[in-house]
C-alpha cells in the first residue's frame, strides 16, 4: 500500500488548528506524505479523487455533515483507502458503527501524535487498530 | 178372612146337622113308622152337642148334660126296645147312634183338616214373610256391595267365583259376567297365580284368615298394587260355605311410597355425597338422622347415631363448643357459627355450622345441622391475608423503591448532564490539546536555548496536566450502565494520575489533595466507577470543610493491600478528611438513601447511598468514622489479579489468515481483551481458534484438545456444525456469519475468553 514517496495521508477535521498542526507534523514526519486537510466532506471527495490517499483521517463530530455516510461511501468507491476516524469522543456506539461502515481503526484524540502517525502506519499495512482509550468499548458489556 | 171361614164353617155345621135330621127323618119313616118320635131329635141333639163339645163350644156343660140326657133317653128307647121286643126300634136307635157318631167322625175329620190347613196356611204365611224379608235384605246387600268401592269377590270353597262386586270390575277390569263361575286363580299370571292359589289352599286347610299386598294385574297388563284379605265363611249351621276376599287398591300409595323412597334414596345419596356433616336432631337432643360423611367422621355406624344424645356421639369439648348454639336452634332461632374443633381422628379443623329449628305449629320438633369443614378456606383466607399483607409491605417497599428510582433517576439525570457536559469538555480539550501538544512536539525538535526549552517544558507540563484533566473528565462522563468490568482492573496509581487534576479541581478553594497510592495495587472494578465514587467522597470531604474553622484543611485518598475474612486478596482505599467530623446521629444515617445534610445543588447529586451501591456491586463495601479529628470513609474492594491489569495476556487466540477483514477486526478485539494473538494457521496451543469453515473433523480434532477450548466461526452454522462423540460441543462454537458486525464479533470474542475461568486462564508469551 505504501509508496516509495511515503504514505498519503489526507485529514479532514472541522478544527481548523489541528489541521494545520497536523498537516505540520505529518509533513515533516517520516514515511508520510501529507496530502491536505479540510473541513469539507465535498472537498474531501474531490481530494480522494485526485490525490488518491492511502490513510483518511476522519473526524467524527463535524457540523451539517454525515461523517458515517462518508464513510460508507469512501468504503464503497475508494477500498484502497484506509479511513481511520480521529474524534474527541469514546462512545461505544461510534466504534461499533465505524467498524461496521469500514473504518480501520479508531483513535480518541488524547493519543500522543507519534502513537497517531504510528497507527496511521498500521492501518496503511492492512491492520484495524484501536486508540487505548477506544479499546475500553471492546471490555464493555457484551 | 178368619170371620169369613168361621161363618161359612157354622153354615157347614148347620147344613151337616140339617142333613143329619133329614137322614134320622127318612130312617124313621123307613124303621119306625110306629114308634116314639123323640129319637131323631134327641140324636140330632146329642149330634149337635157333640159336634159343639168337639169344637170346643162354650155351651159345653149345657150341652153335655143335653147330651147326657139325650144318651139316656137313646139308650132308653134302645133298652125298651129290647124288652119290647121290638128289635126294629132297638136297631133303628143303634143306627140312630152309629149315624151320629159317623157323622160326629166326619164333623171332626173335616175340622182336623181344616186345622190342619189352617196351620200350613199360617206357616206358609210366616214363611212368606220371612221371604220378603230376606229379599228386602239381599236388597240391600246388594246396593250396600255395589256402593262398595273396595273390590268384593266372593267365592266357594273350590275357587269358583260366585260373586263379584263392581269395585273388583273397577279394580281389575273384568267384568261380573266374565268372572262369575270361573276358577279364580286362572285370571292371575304367574307367580301371582300360585301366591293366590297358596292363600286359598291356606284357608281350604283351616285358616280363617287370609291377608296380604302383592303386585295384581289388571286386566289391560298394567300393574295393580292390592292389599287383599280373605275370610272363609260359614252357613248358620256353622259349615265352611265360601270364601269373601275384599281387595283395596294400593297403586297410589305404592307409587307414592315408591316417590318418597327413590326422593329419600336421592335424599341420602345427595347428602352423602355432600362434604358436610348433616344431621338431624330432635327436641329431646337425640339423634334422628345422619348423613355418611357425619358417620365416617364420627366413626360410628349411623345405626348407633341414630337415637344416641348429642352429647353421648360429639367428645365432650365439641359439645360443650356447639351446645349453646344447640340450645338457641332448639329455642327457635336459626343459628350460623364458625369455630376450631378437633376431629375425633385428632385432626384440627375450622368448622362452620348451621342449626336450622324445624317448627311446626309454633313448637320446635328439632333442627337440622348443617356441619362444613372450612379448614382449606380458611387457611386459604389465612394465606390470603398473609398475601394482602406482604403484598401491601411489597408495595410499600416497591413504592419507597419507586420513589428511589426516581430519586436517582432525577439523580441520574444531573449525572447525565454533568457527563455530558464533562464529555463535551473533554471533547473539546481533546481538539485543543492536540494541536498545542503538535506544536510543542515541533518545537521540541528545533534546537531552543536553554531558557526556551525551559519554557517548552512547562508548557508540555501544562499540557499534560490539561491532558488528565481531559482524561478524567471523559472517565466522568462515562455511562455507568454501559460499561462492564472487562478481563483488566484498574490500576490504582495509574487511575491517580489521571483523575488527580480533575479531583482537585473539584475541591473547594483552600483544601488540599494528597494521594498515597503505592505501586502494583490494583482493583477489580472498572476505572470510570471508580472514579465516579471516589469523585463523589472528595468532593463530600471538600465540602465538609469548607468554611470549617480547622487548622489544616485536607483531604487525603490512599490505599494498601489487605485480606478479607476469607483470606481472599482486597484493597483498603481510604478517603479522609480533617474536618469537624460527623455528628453521631448523621453519622448513623449517612448511607441512608434520602438522608443529605447538603444544599441540593452543590454536589454532584450521588449521595453517599449510590457511592456505597458501586462498591457493593463491584464486591466491595464502605464504611464510615468520624471523630474530632476528621471523617474517614474506608473502601474495601476485591484485588484484581496480576496478570489482568498487566500487560502479559491470559490466554492465546489463533486468527486463521483466511479471515479478511473479520480477522483483521477479530485480532484487535482479541488484544483488547487481553489475549494474545496469532495470526496464522498454527493452532495446537490456542485456546480460542479464530477461523472461517472447517470440516467438522478438525472443528472436533480441536475441541478434543481440552475441555475449555473455544471456536468463532466466521461462516453459516450449516458448514461447520461439529458432530460426533462430543456432547455438549456445540457450546463451544460460536458461528458469527461471514461478515459479522463488529457488535456481533465483539460479544462472540468476549464470551469465549470469558468462558475460560480463572483456574485456566495462563499467561502465554507469544
Not at chain 1, 455533515?65 to 484502497?80: G, I, N
Not at chain 1, 501524535?113 to 457484551?142: C, H, K, N, Q, Y
Request: aromatic share 6%; proline share 5%; glycine share 10%.
Amino acid at each position: 500500500m505504501e509508496t516509495r514517496d511515503g504514505i498519503r495521508v489526507l485529514f479532514v477535521d472541522d478544527n481548523d488548528i489541528l489541521g494545520a498542526s497536523m498537516g505540520r507534523w505529518m509533513t515533516d514526519a517520516v514515511g508520510m506524505r501529507w496530502l491536505g486537510w479540510t473541513d469539507d466532506l465535498a472537498a474531501a471527495r474531490r481530494m480522494l479523487e485526485t490525490g488518491r490517499p492511502d490513510v483518511l483521517l476522519l473526524d467524527i463530530d463535524m457540523p451539517r455533515q454525515d461523517t458515517f455516510a462518508f464513510l460508507r461511501w469512501v468504503a464503497e468507491e475508494h477500498p484502497d483507502t484506509r479511513v481511520l476516524m480521529l474524534s474527541g469522543h469514546m462512545r461505544q456506539e461510534y466504534v461499533e458503527r465505524a467498524l461496521d461502515d469500514g473504518a480501520s481503526g479508531y483513535i480518541v484524540k488524547d493519543e500522543s501524535l507519534p502513537t497517531i502517525v504510528e497507527f496511521v502506519r498500521r492501518a496503511a499495512a492492512g491492520e484495524v487498530v484501536l486508540s487505548s482509550t477506544a479499546r475500553s468499548w471492546v471490555t464493555g458489556p457484551v | 178372612m178368619a170371620l169369613a171361614a168361621g161363618h161359612r164353617r157354622s153354615v157347614l155345621e148347620a147344613a151337616a146337622a140339617l142333613g143329619a135330621v133329614a137322614l134320622a127323618l127318612a130312617w124313621e119313616a123307613l124303621f119306625r113308622p110306629g114308634g116314639a118320635a123323640w129319637s131323631p131329635f134327641l140324636a140330632v141333639a146329642v149330634a149337635v152337642t157333640l159336634l159343639a163339645w168337639w169344637r170346643g163350644a162354650r155351651v159345653a156343660v149345657p150341652a153335655l148334660v143335653a147330651g147326657w140326657l139325650g144318651c139316656t133317653l137313646l139308650f132308653a128307647d134302645v133298652r125298651r126296645g129290647i124288652l119290647q121286643g121290638d128289635v126294629r126300634q132297638s136297631v133303628g136307635v143303634l143306627l140312630h147312634l152309629v149315624l151320629v157318631g159317623l157323622v160326629v167322625l166326619l164333623a171332626e175329620q173335616k175340622n182336623r183338616v181344616l186345622r190342619r190347613a189352617r196351620e200350613a196356611e199360617a206357616v206358609l204365611e210366616h214363611k212368606r214373610s220371612r221371604l220378603a224379608e230376606a229379599l228386602e235384605d239381599a236388597s240391600r246387600a246388594a246396593t250396600i256391595l255395589s256402593s262398595v268401592r273396595e273390590a268384593i269377590i266372593v267365592l266357594d270353597l273350590n275357587g269358583l267365583v260366585t260373586y263379584w262386586g263392581q269395585g273388583a270390575t273397577d279394580l281389575f277390569g273384568w267384568t261380573t259376567r266374565e268372572m262369575l263361575g270361573r276358577f279364580l286363580p286362572d285370571r292371575y299370571p304367574e307367580p301371582v297365580r300360585e301366591r293366590v292359589m297358596a292363600g286359598l289352599q291356606q284357608i281350604a286347610s283351616g285358616e280363617l284368615n287370609w291377608e296380604g299386598e302383592f303386585e295384581d294385574v289388571h286386566r289391560d297388563g298394567s300393574s295393580v298394587w292390592i292389599h287383599a284379605r280373605a275370610h272363609r265363611y260359614s252357613d248358620a249351621s256353622g259349615r265352611p260355605v265360601g270364601i269373601i276376599g275384599v281387595a283395596y287398591d294400593l297403586t297410589a300409595r305404592k307409587q307414592a311410597e315408591e316417590e318418597a323412597r327413590a326422593s329419600a334414596e336421592t335424599l341420602r345419596l345427595v347428602t352423602d355425597a355432600l362434604p358436610a356433616y348433616i344431621s338431624y336432631v330432635g327436641a329431646d337432643e337425640r339423634y334422628r338422622w345422619a348423613n355418611k360423611s357425619f358417620e365416617e367422621v364420627h366413626g360410628v355406624p349411623r345405626s348407633r347415631i341414630v337415637g344416641s344424645r348429642v352429647a353421648e356421639v360429639l367428645s365432650p369439648d365439641i359439645y360443650a363448643s356447639v351446645q349453646p348454639y344447640i340450645a338457641r336452634a332448639l329455642a327457635g332461632e336459626p343459628v350460623r357459627f364458625e369455630t376450631s374443633i378437633t376431629r375425633p381422628d385428632g385432626v384440627p379443623v375450622v368448622v362452620q355450622g348451621t342449626y336450622l329449628p324445624d317448627m311446626e305449629a309454633g313448637r320446635v320438633r328439632g333442627y337440622f345441622a348443617l356441619i362444613l369443614d372450612v379448614t382449606e378456606r380458611y387457611e386459604a383466607d389465612q394465606e390470603l391475608r398473609r398475601h394482602r399483607e406482604h403484598l401491601e409491605t411489597l408495595v410499600i417497599e416497591r413504592t419507597a423503591e419507586v420513589q428511589e428510582a426516581h430519586r436517582r433517576e432525577r439523580e441520574h439525570g444531573r449525572l447525565a448532564a454533568i457527563g455530558t457536559l464533562a464529555a463535551g469538555v473533554g471533547h473539546d480539550l481533546a481538539n485543543l490539546l492536540l494541536p498545542v501538544r503538535v506544536r510543542l512536539d515541533t518545537l521540541a525538535r528545533i534546537d531552543l536555548p536553554p531558557a526556551a526549552k525551559d519554557d517548552l517544558s512547562q508548557a508540555r507540563a501544562g499540557l499534560e496536566y490539561l491532558q488528565r484533566i481531559s482524561t478524567g473528565l471523559r472517565l466522568m462522563a462515562a455511562d455507568a450502565e454501559r460499561t462492564g468490568p472487562g478481563p483488566a482492573g484498574t490500576d490504582l496509581s495509574e487511575w491517580w494520575s489521571e483523575v488527580e487534576a480533575v479531583f482537585r479541581a473539584g475541591l473547594p478553594r483552600g483544601v488540599g489533595l494528597k494521594g498515597r497510592l503505592g505501586k502494583g495495587l490494583a482493583v477489580a472494578m472498572p476505572k470510570h466507577q471508580l472514579t465516579q465514587a471516589v469523585f463523589n467522597l472528595v468532593q463530600n470531604a471538600g465540602e465538609a470543610m469548607d468554611g470549617a474553622d480547622v487548622e489544616r484543611r485536607l483531604v487525603t485518598v490512599r490505599a494498601a493491600a489487605g485480606r478479607a475474612g476469607g483470606g481472599a486478596r482486597t484493597v483498603e482505599i481510604e478517603v479522609a478528611d480533617t474536618g469537624p467530623g460527623m455528628p453521631p446521629d448523621v453519622l448513623a444515617r449517612c448511607f441512608e438513601p434520602y438522608f443529605s445534610t447538603k444544599t441540593r445543588g452543590i454536589a454532584t447529586g450521588m449521595g453517599l447511598a449510590m457511592v456505597r451501591g458501586i462498591f457493593e456491586r463491584w464486591g466491595g463495601s464502605i464504611t464510615a468514622s468520624s471523630g474530632a479529628e476528621g471523617t474517614t470513609f474506608r473502601i474495601v474492594v476485591p484485588e484484581a489479579e496480576p496478570a489482568a491489569v498487566g500487560e502479559r495476556p491470559i490466554c492465546l487466540a489463533a486468527v486463521s489468515p483466511a479471515l479478511g477483514r473479520p480477522g483483521d477486526i477479530a485480532t484487535v478485539l482479541l488484544e483488547a481483551l487481553g489475549v494474545a494473538v496469532r495470526r496464522g494457521p498454527e493452532i495446537a496451543d490456542a485456546d480460542v481458534w479464530v477461523t472461517e469453515p472447517v470440516e467438522r473433523p478438525r472443528l472436533a480434532a480441536f475441541l478434543a484438545g481440552g475441555p475449555r477450548r473455544r471456536v468463532v466461526v466466521c461462516g453459516p452454522a450449516a458448514e461447520s456444525a461439529p458432530a460426533g462423540p462430543f456432547p455438549g460441543i456445540e457450546k463451544r462454537v460460536a458461528f458469527v456469519g461471514a461478515d459479522p458486525r463488529a457488535g456481533e464479533l465483539r460479544r462472540a470474542l468476549s464470551a469465549a475468553v470469558g468462558d475460560l475461568t480463572e483456574g485456566e486462564k495462563r499467561a502465554v508469551r507469544v
